[in-house]
């Protein structure tokens, strides 16, 4: 089917595009308006061309559908076709609504005149994928729009409503209603008035000094976006704009554009961005499955956990009972949520009114009885078996039929849980991570059992609430956690052999993780790990484990909370110092082991951590826990503070070259001291990189 339509309204033409879901320039979407195009210049009867976009927006840009295909780079291009538009004889008008972005917005930006509806959200959002506007929008822009302005969006990629570009060129008209009609109306104006075929590339930039402006931009990118090569590429394109002719300038965003698309920090993103959207796909969940209504929520228990879910829901508009055992326990869940609301109010985010009518959406309880009619129970109560069968026993009997029943467990088995009840369709698991009301990470642990639409419903919910939803298997850890159980084993052997937890910290937050792993298990708690690592013995007693944590724990050393971990904290502060006692203790402890301490180099300790996490993620994906490569990097962007400009463990290993990283993992096996065959490849990954393949295809 072609992706645009062709009609006349008496002497005006109008090109529709097309092609679902946003209006994506594609190859068959470009073609068919060059064949608009061509067409309405060969009807005499035509005076001028309206171009518009069907359904819910005029175009969301290039189709990313077809990023790294052929079809990206075959003719006509995007270039081709603004400059068909540009040079047609006949006036065209965009008739702009909805959403206007990047190429959408460039390809408008060729057109003579430009008619938007109120409300319509203009942007150029190719900074976000750590490239820039590549079809002139760096060049246009500015010549429609003040200076100051066309920068803040072409860096930010910040969208715009319609309605904030009153005074300026970018529109001629910005209209309620029927924006097709107006547009009609215009052309034909147009047309009678004789306004010719004006074109955006023969304006002037207009600005006082223009020069400093953008060097100050260009320092501020820089400095901001250090990690990021795209926000200073747009002000350098930008300056072409100032300085060259449009043609030349042209070329410089062309060149700047095409340098972009090939850094790994562009890939990051992109993968990023398509990571997202794959996350939300299950291949045996079909699309259209009918989802279950979530229109009001239950969290048992107003712990740390069970108080940002219910934060989750509340912020989505979708009333909570919190239910706890104790009135006591009520109240200080309550109290820690007025407290959170309250310091947003302070810092502006909202006002004391919302504080209220956020508060007003929660009905604490103590009473089960109160909760049976909730869509979903969310259940954040002790990580013990016991209770957790205690709590679902009750679920099952007090829920209607048909609600979800999930489980905030970080390391027990869900489809045990699931088996309390008579119901273990319904029971998910739904992982959030602290603290819940912020961290974006969500990762739905689907049970053997768990029903297609519970999953799918949860999956959705998770966009409700504002969360990227990862599904996992069941296994111990799910996907993050025990991938994370490899990375803290390899810090502590890395600390046993030499290095000071400072150094480790350092190293892999200046490869760019928000955190190092001492001053992560600080602030988490480093009782969490040791409750952990003391089952862990009982159950696997081959597995070999590195001691300083839990000597660090046996001097009660329990992280931030106790004021003293890996490091030692002021009061009521949150800076990690170095610790005398700690330097002694790790002292001690070698010399117990009969280990020489040695230096390790930063890239040592940043490949043992990485790969380690790599590793083991490709078992999980081997064994199914994990559907895809990039939802593991979701889970640890999101997550785990990973580098987004490095786009996660396994796009960072695919970058390397699987072959590379088999090869590292050898050296690192040679190394007597640890665990050697900690670092045998997952078979996946020796496949993989024997065949020179990678993880994300
Ligand atoms: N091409 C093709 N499909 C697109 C698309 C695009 N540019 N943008 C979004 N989609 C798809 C999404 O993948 C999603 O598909 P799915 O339902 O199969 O998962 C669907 O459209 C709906 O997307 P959202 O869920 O994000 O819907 P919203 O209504 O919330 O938002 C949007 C719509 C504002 C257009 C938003 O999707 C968006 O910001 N998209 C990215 C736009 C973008 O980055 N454009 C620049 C492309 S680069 C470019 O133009 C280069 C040029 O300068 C040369
Ligand atoms: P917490 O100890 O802060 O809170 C648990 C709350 O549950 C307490 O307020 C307690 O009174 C209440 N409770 C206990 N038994 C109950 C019952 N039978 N009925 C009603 N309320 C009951 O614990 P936290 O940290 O919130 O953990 C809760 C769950 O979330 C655990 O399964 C944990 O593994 C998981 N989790 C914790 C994370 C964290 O960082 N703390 C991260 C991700 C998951």
Not at 172 to 184: K, P
Not at 639 to 653: D, E, I, T, V
Not at 656 to 683: E, I, Q
């Amino acid at each position: 089917m072609s992706q645009t339509q062709y009609a006349t309204h008496g002497d005006v033409a109008v090109i529709t595009m097309n092609n679902p879901p946003v209006n994506g320039l594609g190859h068959g979407l470009r073609t068919g308006i060059v064949e608009g195009l061509r067409r309405a210049q060969a009807d005499s009867a035509v005076k001028a061309i309206v171009i518009t976009g069907a359904g819910k927006a005029f175009s969301g840009g290039a189709d990313i559908r077809e990023f790294n295909t052929p079809a990206a780079l075959a003719e006509p291009s995007l270039h081709t076709v603004i400059r068909a538009i540009e040079g047609s004889a006949k006036p065209v008008v965009a008739a702009i609504h909805s959403v206007a972005m990047g190429g959408g917005l460039e390809l408008a930006l060729g057109c003579h005149f430009r008619v938007a509806a109120t409300g319509a959200q203009i942007a150029l959002p190719e900074v976000k994928l750590g490239i820039l506007p590549g079809a002139g929008g760096t060049q246009r822009l500015p010549r429609v729009v003040p200076l100051e302005m066309a920068t803040n969006m072409i860096v930010s990629g910040a969208p715009v409503k319609s309605e904030k570009f009153k005074g300026t060129k970018l529109f001629d008209e910005i209209v309620e209603g029927d924006v097709t009609e107006a547009a009609l109306a215009f052309a034909r104006k147009a047309v009678a008035e004789n306004r010719g075929l004006p074109k955006v590339r023969d304006l002037k930039i207009e600005h006082e000094d223009a020069e400093a402006f953008l060097q100050f931009s260009l320092n501020t990118a820089k400095s901001v976006a250090k990690n990021f090569p795209a926000p200073a590429a747009c002000v350098e394109a930008i300056q072409a704009a100032v300085r060259l002719p449009f043609e030349q300038g042209m070329a410089r965003e062309r060149e700047l554009f095409l340098h972009l698309v090939q850094t790994p920090e562009s890939k990051a993103l992109r993968h990023a961005f398509f990571g997202e959207r794959a996350a939300s796909k299950v291949p045996d969940v079909p699309a259209d499955t009918p989802l279950r209504a979530i229109k009001s929520a239950a969290v048992i228990g107003a712990g740390t956990m069970g108080g940002g879910i219910a934060m989750n829901f509340v912020n989505a508009g979708i009333p909570v009972k919190l239910l706890e055992m104790k009135q006591e326990a009520l109240d200080r869940g309550l109290a820690t949520i007025r407290k959170n609301y309250e310091n947003s109010a302070r810092k502006g985010r909202m006002t004391m009114d919302d504080v209220e009518k956020r508060m007003s959406l929660i009905a604490p309880t103590l009473s089960y009885d109160d909760i049976g009619q909730a869509d979903i129970v969310v259940e954040a109560v002790f990580e013990d078996m016991p209770v957790k069968e205690q709590v679902f026993r009750k679920l099952d009997e007090v829920m209607k039929p048909g609600a979800i029943l999930a489980t905030n467990t970080s390391t027990l088995d869900v489809n045990q849980i699931a088996a309390f009840t008579r119901r273990p369709q319904d029971v998910i698991g739904t992982h959030f991570f602290s603290p819940a009301n912020v961290m974006k990470l969500l990762e739905i642990v689907r049970g053997e059992k768990t029903a297609k639409d519970v999953l799918a419903t949860t999956l959705a919910l998770s966009k409700t609430i504002r969360k990227t939803g990862v599904v996992s298997g069941v296994c111990d850890g799910f996907i993050g956690n025990r991938m994370i159980e490899q990375y803290s084993r390899q810090a502590g052997y890395m600390v046993e052999e030499g290095a000071s937890p400072q150094q480790v910290d350092r190293a892999i937050e200046k490869f760019g993780f928000a955190m190092g792993p001492f001053r992560m298990s600080d602030l988490a708690g480093n009782d969490v790990g040791w409750y952990i690592r003391k089952r862990r013995y009982v159950e696997r007693p081959d597995m070999k484990y590195p001691k300083i944590a839990d000597k660090i724990c046996e001097l009660g050393r329990f992280g931030q909370k106790t004021g003293a971990g890996f490091y030692r904290y002021e009061p009521g502060k949150r800076d990690a110092i170095p610790d005398p006692v700690v330097d002694k203790l790790i002292e001690e402890h070698r010399k117990e082991l009969g280990l020489e301490p040695r230096k390790l180099s930063d890239d040592e300790i940043v490949h043992r951590l990485i790969f380690a996490l790599v590793n083991e993620g490709a078992k999980i994906l081997e064994e199914g826990i994990a559907m895809r490569a990039s939802d593991i990097d979701m889970i640890y962007l999101t997550g785990y503070g990973f580098p987004l400009f490095r786009g996660g463990p396994m796009l960072y290993a695919d970058q390397c070259g699987l072959y590379n990283v088999v090869n590292r993992m050898k050296d690192f096996a040679a190394n007597p001291h640890g665990d050697p065959s900690f670092w045998t490849p997952a078979p996946l990954l020796a496949k993989l990189a024997a065949d020179g393949k990678s993880f994300n295809g």
